[in-house]
């Protein structure tokens, strides 16, 4: 089934990692419409048309493209998205506009991580045992917004608010002296940190989960607001900063309060973390690329590359895939499209982590092209078209074309906030053996928004070889070859 000429509705253009996919959707002669709140500039020689509307509003976003559609009387082949902002809105259109995608009422399952976690134990797939946290808002909401005239410590003097750790600081003792009455002393009032940990203890107790634990938001994506918690005083500052930074985080996933609010806890499992990137056609896994992760950077979890294939027994890899399509088919014959599937295995035991339905973030779509030569997107689109795809037209998890090595640059820092000073990249990178591909998302004098608050990377290399060793070899010389440096951000 030929992709030229088709006109493909696309849902948010995303951020200029996203430019990958989108330049070989237009090589393939396909023509692009997107739905947005405003035209993204990277994207500018890529898109046909604009559909601009208010993508948070999924009632007016349907009006306008379907005004769109009668306005200047186009009619949409297929839809798409690639991020996990929009796979919502996406399924609310094709709805409107009587396209196949997957329905609502999955991607609404799916994307709240704890449903998720409750559908696996349901389904008798061996999950990490998780507690969702209930707070009070109001009185969170209200108790953030009075620390302005918490001390402040030699970390934060220069800051417009003390840091978290300070005003959690502050009111610890209040906890700990507590803690064992269950009261709050009638000398001074509880506050929203001391009766939440009381609850907590409570509740985590009676969930047998014990610390260390991982707290994580229901909805959203990039690891933001996940954190290793390795005592109380880690889970109120994580707290603290949760409702501190949720507006924005609201605002950033276009999520509605509920889902915004949404915080859970669950056990820490140990083990091997791998990413399966799949294709799947109504509920079946017909390609399935394993990219074992390299360990993360805590507490935050900073995600910093991967290798495919994976250095894990044939065993192992037949353990992933089979509880790949556990989970999908969890949701019957409702999934078709790209499946971003991320789980811990240790020895011959998998257990699930996310579920996601869409592509995976940063160098993925290259990560797998470079290792199987298939090309997610395209198969896609394919199947959003009609197409069946059989199996057979994809090489097995174990018959890759080459070996793939990634790197995600992740800026650190003891603030906050960092300014990237300067960024150089060698000229020679291109030209070594090993390249694959490359991408920096800022430029020098960006201001960069680090964990607690946000986790923004400056981008990602990718490098391949006949061997895994070939391959680790040359990102090393790749990665050597792209320098940059960080800075205070100036108070004035």
Not at 374 to 391: F, H, I, K, N, W
């Amino acid at each position: 089934m030929g992709l030229d000429g088709r006109i493909v509705l696309l849902v948010q253009a995303g951020t200029l990692s996203r430019r990958d996919p989108l330049i070989t959707l237009r090589a393939a002669g396909m023509r692009l419409i997107c739905v947005d709140e405003c035209k993204v500039s990277w994207a500018a020689d890529l898109i046909e048309s604009w559909i601009l509307t208010d993508v948070s509003d999924h009632v007016q976003a349907a009006a306008d493209t379907v005004a769109f559609m009668k306005e200047t009387d186009t009619s949409f082949d297929a839809i798409f998205c690639y991020d996990e902002f929009a796979v919502h809105l996406t399924a609310v259109l094709a709805e409107h506009v009587g396209l196949p995608w997957i329905p609502v009422a999955t991607i609404l399952q799916v994307r709240d991580k704890f449903c998720f976690r409750e559908a696996c134990h349901a389904h008798g797939i061996a999950a990490p045992r998780v507690l969702r946290l209930t707070i009070d808002w109001d009185r969170f909401k209200g108790f953030v917004g009075q620390q302005d005239d918490s001390p402040r410590g030699p970390c934060c003097e220069e800051n417009e608010l003390p840091c978290s750790r300070c005003v959690v600081l502050r009111h610890a003792f209040e906890v700990e002296s507590d803690g064992d009455s269950g009261k709050s002393s009638p000398a001074r009032p509880s506050n929203p940190l001391h009766d939440f940990l009381l609850k907590i203890r409570q509740d985590l107790d009676e969930a047998d989960i014990a610390f260390p634990v991982v707290i994580k938001p229901t909805h959203g994506a990039g690891k933001l607001f996940v954190r290793r918690v390795d005592g109380h005083l880690d889970l109120l500052e994580h707290m603290y900063n949760f409702v501190r930074f949720n507006v924005d985080y609201q605002r950033r996933f276009h999520l509605a309060h509920d889902e915004a609010e949404g915080i859970f806890v669950e056990e820490l499992i140990e083990g091997i973390e791998v990413d399966v990137d799949c294709l799947v056609q109504k509920g079946r896994v017909i390609f399935a690329s394993i990219n074992e992760n390299r360990p993360a950077l805590e507490p935050y979890f900073l995600e910093l590359g991967g290798r495919v294939p994976p250095r894990l027994s044939a065993q192992q890899q037949k353990t992933l895939v089979a509880l790949t399509q556990s989970v999908v088919g969890m949701y019957g014959t409702s999934v078709t499209g790209i499946v971003h599937f991320e789980a811990m295995i240790e020895g011959v035991v998998a257990k699930p982590i996310e579920l996601n339905l869409r592509l995976g973030g940063a160098e993925t779509y290259r990560l797998v092209r470079a290792a199987y030569e298939v090309d997610l997107v395209l198969e896609a689109l394919r199947m959003q078209l009609g197409q069946v795809l059989s199996p057979s037209r994809f090489p097995a998890t174990a018959d890759y074309v080459r070996c793939a090595a990634s790197i995600n640059l992740v800026p650190t820092w003891h603030e906050t906030r960092a300014l990237l000073a300067t960024q150089e990249v060698d000229p020679a990178l291109t030209a070594d053996p090993a390249y694959v591909a490359h991408q920096l998302v800022r430029v020098p004098g960006t201001v960069l928004v680090l964990p607690p608050e946000s986790a923004q990377y400056l981008g990602w290399i990718l490098a391949a070889g006949s061997t895994p060793e070939e391959a680790e070899e040359g990102l090393a010389r790749l990665a050597a070859m792209v320098k940059y440096t960080l800075a205070p951000v100036d108070q004035n």
